[in-house]
Structure formats: structure tokens, C-alpha cells
């Protein structure tokens, strides 16, 4: 088990001048496949801001965004990799699945190194690292691909285009998964990025850490309660985990109509590649006996490799 130091954020954007507040605190990831670190802090007052909405009945009095971030600066136990200088590995050019991992797990090596000789100031070994980087990322398949298919439909090309894609999909079936995604359902609108932290990986005993953000977006008319998670998680090999969870970062939060709510978590992965989809089971709270409805949080990557928009 992993502890993690959490910095949480809150922003209340209904009490005039924003009202911030840091908290401090320890979540946890870990666990086999995945361990969920969901963090933040939600602070609200939620009879007056609900009173005020069934009373007004006018949403745009009451617009709203609770955020919350994740803190990924600290070090756990066993994070810190060793500066001692090693063999750079060379890239493969093979098309198998299995090359493709064993690729994989170079890259995320190489970034790591360049990361730790960076931060010991050893500038010679960054250079050379980055010099690696370099060409590993002009001969890796997978981002050579991404490369001429991007260009190829720049360009609109767009046979030589079907050509990039399907030699993509052979050799590395998740590199075309998107790392982000987007989905709505009965106006509820769900969007995800992930991002890989290269800081608190370690590929050489085959840990990987994906940090992810989530928006929720009430595009509807009436205000909705966030109830459960569920999660579906795939790894590298085909690996599947079903996580089911109550509400999120410790809350069960209320959602006002055309106002957002916004959360960092964070998953484990034993493998260099995966992907996450699931749902939040949701209800709406201004009619008494409404039935619960579930809102798809669509497929997305969870990639080393990354896309071309990583950023959280």
C-alpha cells in the first residue's frame, strides 16, 4: 500500500470573490490492479444552495463549479528511482503485441532516467537520454505510425491514412484509443483525460501510475445526486477488474442544473498500457421517488505513450 500527500483545492465561485481553501491529507493507492486515489475536498452548503434552486427555480442564480485537484509532487515509499547511470536500451522494430510491451517498458525507462538526471543536475546523462529519446520515438512503430497517419490526414490523404491506422491497429490496438473521452447521457455530459506520471511510475518493477481528471457537466434542467462509481479496468493483458464504489472523493455530490463538478483520481496499472470505461449511477432530486439512471463514462487510454493533447 502506497501513501500519497494529497494537496486539495477547493474553489466556491457563488460566494463572490472566489472563496479558495487548501486542505492537506494522505489518500492511498495500491491494492492489486487498481487502487483508487481519489482526492479533493467539496465544501458546500448544500440545504441553502438546493432551497435557493427549488425556490428560484432559476439555475443561472446558482451556477456553480466544485473542483478539486491532486497533488502529484509527493514521493511514497519506494518512489524514488536510483540515479545510477545504466545501459540505455535500444527500440525495437518488431510489429508483435508482445515487442510492443517490451517497447513500451523501454520508453517509460528512458523518460524516467531522463527525469532523475535532470533533477541531479547530471546534464551530460540528460543529453544523452534525450538524444536516445529521440531516436527511439523516430523508430518506435507506435509513434511512427501516429506520425504518418496524422500527416497523411493533414494532408487528406486519406487512403494513406486507412493504411496507418489499420498497420496501428495490428501491431497496438490501444494506441488508437484516445486518451480522454467524452460521452452525455440525459444531458448529463461526462469528460475524462488521463496522463501518465512518469514521477511516481517504476517500470522496471512494472508499475505504472495514470493520473485522471473528470468533469461532470449538468446540462439539464433539473439537479441530479451523484450515487455510485463503477469502473472497468483492462490492462496490457487483457486483465479485466469491475471496482464499484460509493459516490466520489468521499462525497455524494449534488450537481445543479448547467453547473459542473470536477475531480482528480489516480490508478495503478501492472502494465505500460490499458483503458478505463464505467458509469456513475446518478438520480435526480426534485421529484420524491425518482428512479436511479446510470451515466456512461466512455471508453478512454491509459498510455504511457500518451496523445497528442497530454495535459490534464
Known sequence: MQSLLNIKVFTDFNTGPGTRRLVVGR???????FGESEVGVIRRQHQRQQQQWFNSRDSSKNSRILACANNGNGDGPGQTPSSTPSPIPSSSS??????????SQTYALLKQRLEVAAKSEDYE???????????????????????????????????????????????????????SSDATTLGIRVQVRSVYIEGRSQPSRGQYFFAYRIRITN???????????????????????????????GEQPV????????????????????????????????????????????????????DDTDSL
Open 219 to 249: 446540462n439539464s434542467d433539473r439537479p441530479v445526486q451523484l450515487l455510485r462509481r463503477h469502473w472497468i479496468i483492462t490492462d496490457a493483458n487483457e486483465k479485466i477488474e469491475n471496482v464499484w464504489g460509493i459516490g466520489v472523493i
Open 125 to 179: 546523462e540528460a543529453a544523452r537520454i534525450r538524444d536516445s529519446l529521440k531516436s527511439f520515438e523516430e523508430e518506435e512503430p507506435v509513434l511512427r505510425l501516429r506520425r504518418l497517419m496524422k500527416e497523411a490526414i493533414a494532408e487528406e490523404r486519406f487512403e494513406d491514412a486507412a493504411k496507418f491506422r489499420d498497420e496501428l491497429k495490428e501491431i497496438a490496438p490501444h494506441a488508437l484509443l484516445k486518451c
Open 255 to 306: 450537481i445543479l442544473p448547467h453547473t459542473g463538478f470536477e475531480y482528480s483520481s489516480a490508478c495503478p496499472l501492472s502494465t505500460p498500457n490499458g483503458r478505463m470505461e464505467g458509469d456513475f449511477e446518478m438520480k435526480h432530486i426534485d421529484r420524491i421517488g425518482s428512479q436511479s439512471f446510470n451515466v456512461a463514462i466512455a471508453p478512454f487510454s491509459l498510455s504511457i505513450l500518451g
Open 94 to 103: 518488431s510489429s508483435s503485441s508482445g515487442s510492443f510491451f517490451s517497447r
Open 27 to 33: 489518500g492511498s493507492c495500491g491494492g492489486g490492479l
